[in-house]
């Protein structure tokens, strides 16, 4: 080896990103150049690099030393037991979202043991997630629920207003070979979707006020705005969907919002105003207030 090869030893001992990041970005030029495993990391440590993994460490590193988040770079983020395509037209799947996954997933299962009698192939529950973006949530239930008895009598509906993140949500359902389970819809939350009556519906809206200082640090400031802020209070899309989802919910339906740390008394009122019963609010993994979920009055 020559005192001037470039090997990714000396690329983790020169880079100044975070060590995690950097492997991260190692593994997936790894991947792509080489198709070596990542054990590779250390095994091969040593090996010589070629020009064009070197000429793409060094767009990487220095797009990441800009702040691009990492999961931007590599196009894919793992979340829930499943990887996920991502790109800037989607949020990064983020692990306290994995609360309201769990939380849609032991609803879905507490109604089928009370009604047992409800669920056959003619009669579809309809699970919605409002708002889907990379289809984190309702990819998520989907997979864990896909070898189950009862998953012929599950209907997935997703929606999204952006066209683009409707592609990547929809890639993903290719990816994990559940295009044919999950139908997408572009729609501005209920307005363009042909359903009604469903059993549960899901969504994590835009939470973060106008002003909110948040939007101006970290991965924050390349996600796409309107899939962070209402562009008001951090409020409007859980009154909106509060109103109209008493409505298209079925009789025990239940609704589920993940919200900011902070917003959980409020939206526990707006559904406490709509008249849902058994309202609750779950602490994610930081033991800071993140879902709430709510059964139709």
Known sequence: MSSTSTTIRSILQSTTLDRVDAKVLLYYLMDLHYRWPRSYLISHDQDDLSEAFIRDWISLESQRQQGVPVAYLTCSKAFHQIDL???????????????????????????IQSHPNDFNPSQRFNVLDLGCGSGAIILSIANALQHSPFFDSLSFIASDVSHGALQIAQANAARLSLSSSIQFFESNWFDQLPFDHFGIILSNPPYLSRDDPHLQVGDLRFEPIGALSDFADGLSAYRLICSQAKHRLISSGSLLFEHGFAQAQDVRALLHNESFVKIHTEKDYSGLDRVTYAQKG
């Open 85 to 111: 395509i991502v790109s800037p037209d989607v949020l990064i799947p983020r692990p306290e979202t994995e609360l309201l996954v769990e939380r849609g997933i032991a609803t879905i299962l507490a109604f």
